[in-house]
């Protein structure tokens, strides 16, 4: 079943990546990051450099690296994750993703981690690409961040399909509906669609 969401998320995922607006839906989730971790005092944050089908949180980088925060990226050494300082230049890293320049691994703690997901079920735990990178990631962690579960859309499993093994997040966060085209090619808006675990928020749309 899990194997099933996963393949669903993917086409889910894929075919509405393509659409024109796209970006606008980043640039907005982003905005809406920026000023959510402005009210707070997370200090160290972990986010992630995006595949095709993951909301691109470069810009948001630059602007927490400007406010002087500490901001950590993934990097991938044979099966295990581990996190290094985000630097520059880039470079290509085990799935041809961009990882820090830095040569150094992380240990210290982290108090927000943005985490890509491809789905989400009954038990409020994440469905990734199945190769356990962040599942064993947090459990090595002696203090747990705040999680917060990305995506560009929703994609819920009725049933629960996940071990305890995998993580469970505080926050979900989507761009369900940023542009929508009016009859007189206007754009309307609407704010990031936020599914939070700490008010017992079920307010969502599955597929």
Same mark, same amino acid.
């Given at each position: 079943?899990?194997?099933?969401?996963?393949?669903?998320?993917?086409?889910?995922?894929?075919?509405?990546?393509?659409?024109?607006?796209?970006?606008?839906?980043?640039?907005?989730?982003?905005?809406?990051?920026?000023?959510?971790?402005?009210?707070?005092?997370?200090?160290?944050?972990?986010?992630?450099?995006?595949?095709?089908?993951?909301?691109?949180?470069?810009?948001?980088?630059?602007?927490?690296?400007?406010?002087?925060?500490?901001?950590?990226?993934?990097?991938?050494?044979?099966?295990?994750?581990?996190?290094?300082?985000?630097?520059?230049?880039?470079?290509?890293?085990?799935?041809?993703?961009?990882?820090?320049?830095?040569?150094?691994?992380?240990?210290?703690?982290?108090?927000?981690?943005?985490?890509?997901?491809?789905?989400?079920?009954?038990?409020?735990?994440?469905?990734?690409?199945?190769?356990?990178?962040?599942?064993?990631?947090? *459990?090595?962690?002696?203090? +747990? #961040? $705040? /999680?917060?579960?990305?995506? !560009?859309?929703?994609?819920?499993?009725?049933?629960?399909?996940?071990?305890?093994?995998?993580?469970?997040?505080?926050?979900?966060?989507?761009?369900?509906?940023?542009?929508?085209?009016?009859?007189?090619? *206007?754009?309307?808006?609407? +704010? #990031? $669609? /936020?599914?939070?675990?700490? !008010?017992?928020?079920?307010?969502?749309?599955?597929?």
């Amino acid at each position: 079943m899990k194997e099933k969401v996963r393949v669903l998320a993917k086409k889910i995922l894929n075919k509405r990546s393509n659409q024109v607006n796209i970006y606008m839906h980043d640039k907005m989730i982003q905005h809406f990051l920026l000023d959510w971790i402005k009210k707070r005092r997370f200090k160290n944050i972990l986010l992630f450099y995006p595949m095709r089908h993951e909301v691109d949180l470069i810009c948001l980088m630059h602007q927490l690296r400007q406010k002087k925060l500490n901001v950590f990226v993934p990097c991938i050494k044979g099966k295990t994750m581990f996190v290094q300082r985000l630097r520059f230049p880039l470079k290509r890293g085990q799935y041809n993703i961009l990882e820090s320049g830095s040569s150094s691994c992380y240990e210290g703690e982290i108090d927000l981690a943005v985490v890509p997901i491809l789905a989400f079920d009954s038990d409020l735990r994440r469905i990734g690409f199945g190769q356990g990178y962040y599942d064993h990631f947090f *459990a090595r962690l002696l203090a +747990k #961040p $705040y /999680i917060i579960f990305l995506s !560009r859309y929703p994609v819920f499993s009725k049933k629960p399909v996940t071990n305890f093994r995998d993580i469970r997040a505080d926050m979900v966060l989507f761009s369900k509906v940023f542009l929508r085209l009016g009859k007189h090619n *206007a754009n309307s808006r609407s +704010k #990031p $669609y /936020i599914f939070d675990f700490n !008010r017992n928020d079920w307010a969502l749309s599955d597929f």
